[in-house]
């Protein structure tokens, strides 16, 4: 099982600012710090249970979109390996008057499907409708059924990095002609980029891509908005957790970080105490680290929630609760413990012990280097994973000092290990000791910026960091030409998410809602000025 998967937490937030559906709401279930193997062991029958128990919330109906193929080179750069695979996108034609422009959502690190309710509700619906403009989601080759090869096996994922998706949607761009039963075009090279501006739309890991895009082929992408844009990447990140503890609710953040330190002190005791504070957990089988671990998995929640009830979690506001309820401790031997670490390992024992099928080792444990190996199409785990471990980083451990909520158990060794462990060497590529985390700030990192291309943060989003917009990062002066925002009170691309009657968002979502469709109006029409001087 995978200990490591802070790092799935991109992938899975992302996915809490979608559609829920059933996949989706299992990641948020397991509250963005999922194991593979408590995946796997989950059967329906639990999985239903536990549905029941969380949040009330809504599903929305099958979206109407069709899926449709486009032919995509299996590598851009490979030239021993020929042939296409079918690149899964969808879109919306209702909008589009001929001669209007092009939005491009990148699905990024997930199932396009998963993306659709911005087709139908949100961001792309909002800039084709008030554009006339055509929207367009474009699945992320090797997610969903974009997928390339025959197995994940490390020799299999590597044409899953950043030059060869930054290939693909340039491919995409230049090469698209729409299905009939989709568009009938009178000049059929109405959507060239030189007769219509495409505009380009990712959040998060997509939202790097993006700015990417934007400046890497600025002749076929006229503009860009990146949306909670992880420009920056980097190997060791705790900082993930410091918005949390900052715009969490206080008390709710001292119970977490003293049960923690209460905690690692009890792990450091001889064995009964040892054994002790990890069985009031129901946890007692495991290895300290793996057990450390565990105790995050409620974290995943706060990245969870959105302005959107539809697509939010409250798992975050009733695990504060439940932790800091007060009532009695408990006793290990002469030791005494306090409330809250009581309540915290009732929460556990509640929401992911219980849902454990099989051994407790087997689902949460780490050191079995075999139960990463299988590398079928099933396992879409190692996808992100893959990245994390070859561009990406982001591994989560405790910080070296100062209050945490994470134990220090969680070092950067062990919340890494797990790239040794699933992919071994294979015979065309190997992932290298650490991820090459150069490839992506090399294209600009804090700094990146560009004619028309647009940054959108959330105040509170832990992933503001590493964004341009990140506390750190020299301050920028929005303009019309390179729009920054920050929405208030807002998380992990907030903007992406829209109601189908937009007058019913909340005023902060409105007013980002109508920023990105003033700047793209006008960019809309710099581009026929430009056209017009031609
Ligand atoms: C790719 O195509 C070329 C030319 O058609 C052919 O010579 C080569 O053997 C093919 N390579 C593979 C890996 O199929
Ligand atoms: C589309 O845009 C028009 C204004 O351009 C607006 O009146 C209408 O409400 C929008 N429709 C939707 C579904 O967003």
């Not at 099958?62 to 079918?86: L, M």
């Not at 977490?256 to 957990?281: A, E």
């Not at 490839?439 to 959330?458: K, M, Q």
């Amino acid at each position: 099982m995978i200990a490591k998967l802070a790092l799935l937490l991109l992938a899975v937030a992302d996915l809490g600012a979608a559609r829920l559906d059933k996949a989706t709401h299992r990641e948020l279930l397991l509250s963005g710090r999922p194991k593979v193997g408590l995946w796997k062991a989950l059967n329906d029958e639990a999985l239903a249970a536990a549905l029941q128990t969380s949040s009330q919330t809504t599903f929305s109906p099958k979206p109407r979109f069709e899926a449709y193929c486009f032919d995509q080179p299996i590598s851009h750069f490979d030239k021993t390996v020929n042939g296409t695979f079918c690149h899964r996108y969808w879109a919306d034609a209702s909008h589009y008057k001929e001669g209007g422009p092009i939005f491009l959502l990148d699905g990024g690190e997930t199932s396009g499907e998963d993306r659709l309710p911005f087709l139908e509700t949100g961001i792309a619906q909002i800039l084709a409708n008030a554009t006339n403009g055509l929207a367009i989601v474009l699945e992320h080759r090797y997610y969903g059924e974009s997928v390339p090869v025959k197995s994940f096996s490390t020799d299999d994922l590597r044409f899953l990095n950043n030059n060869e998706a930054l290939e693909d949607s340039a491919y995409f761009i230049k090469n698209f002609q729409p299905p009939k039963s989709l568009l009938k075009l009178s000049n059929p090279d109405a959507l060239k980029p030189k007769n219509a501006p495409w505009f380009y739309y990712g959040g998060s890991y997509a939202g790097a891509r993006a700015a990417h895009m934007r400046v890497e082929y600025p002749d076929l992408v006229w503009g860009a908005i990146a949306s909670s844009a992880v420009t920056h990447a980097q190997i060791d990140f705790p900082q993930y957790f410091d918005p949390i503890q900052e715009y969490a609710d206080s008390d709710c953040i001292s119970a977490i970080q003293t049960s923690v330190q209460v905690i690692d002190g009890l792990l450091s005791l001889p064995g009964p105490i040892n054994r002790g504070i990890k069985g009031l957990f129901g946890l007692e089988a495991l290895e300290d680290d793996d057990f450390a671990e565990v105790l995050t998995y409620p974290f995943g929640a706060w990245q969870g929630q959105n302005w959107n009830p539809g697509v939010s979690t409250d798992a975050w506001d009733n695990f504060c609760e439940a932790i800091t309820s007060g009532g009695a401790g408990s006793q290990i031997g002469l030791i005494k413990i306090p409330a809250e670490i009581n309540n915290y390992a009732n929460w556990i024992k509640k929401h992911y012990v219980s849902l454990c099928p099989i051994d407790i080792v087997d689902c949460f444990g780490s050191h079995n280097d075999e139960a990463f190996l299988a590398d079928d199409l099933e396992q879409s785990w190692r996808l992100w994973l893959f990245q994390v471990c070859t561009e990406w980083g982001y591994f989560m451990p405790a910080p070296e000092e100062g209050p945490s909520i994470l134990s220090k158990r969680l070092t950067l060794e062990y919340t890494s290990k797990i790239c040794k462990q699933a992919y071994p060497p294979g015979k065309h590529f190997t992932v290298p000791e650490w991820p090459n985390v150069a490839d992506v700030n090399d294209r600009g990192d804090y700094d990146i910026e560009y004619s028309r291309l647009a940054f959108i943060d959330g105040d509170r989003d832990p992933w503001r960091t590493m964004t341009p917009q990140a506390d750190w990062a020299r301050k920028r002066k929005s303009s019309v030409d390179k729009p920054v925002h920050l929405i208030f009170d807002a998380i992990h691309h907030y903007d992406e998410n829209g109601l189908e009657n937009h007058d019913e968002e909340p005023a902060r979502i409105r007013d980002v809602h109508e920023l990105e469709v003033s700047f793209i109006t006008e960019w809309v029409a710099q581009f026929h000025e430009a056209k017009g001087k031609q």
